[in-house]
């Protein structure tokens, strides 16, 4: 799999998560074999005006595996600025989020609300292309109102502007993450661009793969939720051997976020983590409970060692 001249191991890949994609839970997802991994969605605009946080969301290790960093902004000129960003220079592609729900983003014109424009995704990707020199990749969601899908419009758009892969989570933005991901829009995708196309959307297992792959005929499948307490799907699905101790896993997760956070802050990053890690087993309330009055990252490596036995 190659996107834009960039090799990937494996057609496996983890998705941009807010507040869990960070450089640690992305160095364990790379670790177990994801093809790609990418950063949560930074703003171009953050970027040019020089916020701090943005800087702490495009920290990152040196990886075996590539890494995308994902921006979104509705301005081709500020797009144009932020990829130029020095920033962004450790990336190997720059990824264009088209599919944010969220108000306050949607209302201003960003993330999903670009798919109405078409002949404004071709200019961000140009504008993109331009000024980081990097391969651009945009993520998009179906559409916006449901019934009316926009996806093959908006990928044909981002092909024309030079995109070297489209990623389909095709639920629409009206839906936020409920109901079921509609890969059949991912599928008219694929027939109507030359580009690889990723699909992304309930694959949290070898059946739920299996039936995207079936219904998309994607080139490659993106892991988001599935991914979260479990960076190891990845060698599970590819059916490679691994080892996974979570105790390590977490105490590798907060030695990363220590290199760019202060503890207190990588205490309270780790918490969700932790909750993920727990789902399902039978103590997984007294960790939810241990981890809510955990105030550093000492409290947060015994919780782990208390329970992750
Ligand atoms: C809490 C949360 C945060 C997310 N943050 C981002 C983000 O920063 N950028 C993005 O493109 N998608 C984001 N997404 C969407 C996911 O990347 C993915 O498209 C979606 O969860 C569907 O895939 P999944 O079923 O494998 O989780 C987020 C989703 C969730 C649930």
Redesign the pocket.
């Known amino acids: 799999m190659n996107i834009g001249g960039v090799l990937l191991k494996s057609d496996l890949l983890f998705?941009?998560?807010?507040?869990?994609?960070d450089a640690g839970f992305r160095h364990l997802c790379a670790h177990y074999g994801a093809g790609l991994t990418c950063t949560?969605?930074v703003s171009a605009k953050g970027l040019v005006y020089g916020g701090r946080g943005s800087e702490d969301l495009l920290f990152t290790t040196a990886e075996t595996t590539p890494c995308a960093a994902?921006i979104f902004g509705g301005d081709p000129e500020f797009m144009f600025k932020a990829a130029a960003d020095e920033r962004l220079k450790q990336f190997d592609i720059i990824?264009i989020?088209m599919?944010?729900p969220v108000k306050k983003v949607f209302n201003n014109g960003e993330g999903s609300a670009l798919m109405q424009y078409p002949d404004l995704v071709t200019e961000l990707v140009q504008a993109v292309r331009e000024g980081s020199g990097k391969p651009v990749t945009v993520?998009m969601r179906a559409g916006i109102k449901q019934g009316y899908p926009l996806a093959v419009e908006c990928a044909v758009a981002a092909e024309k502007g030079g995109a070297a892969a489209v990623t389909v989570?095709p639920?629409y933005r009206e839906q936020f993450?409920s109901g079921e991901?509609d890969h059949s829009i991912t599928r008219a995708v694929k027939a109507a661009v030359h580009i690889p196309v990723i699909a992304?959307?309930?694959?949290?297992d070898k059946q739920s793969l299996d039936r995207v792959r079936e219904e998309s005929g994607a080139d490659a499948f993106?892991?988001?939720?599935?991914a979260l307490g479990r960076p190891y799907i990845f060698a599970e699905l590819e059916g490679v051997p691994f080892e996974f101790d979570a105790r390590e896993a977490i105490a590798k997760h907060v030695d990363i976020l220590k290199r760019y956070n202060p503890d207190r802050v990588v205490a309270n990053l780790m918490k969700m983590h932790l909750c993920h890690y727990a789902k399902g087993k039978d103590f997984a309330k007294a960790v939810r409970v241990a981890v809510a009055q955990a105030k550093c990252t000492a409290e947060i490596l015994e919780i782990a060692d208390r329970f992750f036995k």
């Open positions: 998705a941009p998560i807010a507040g869990f994609s949560e969605l994902q990824d989020n599919g944010c993520k989570h639920r993450y991901a992304n959307g309930d694959i949290v993106m892991i988001g939720r599935g």
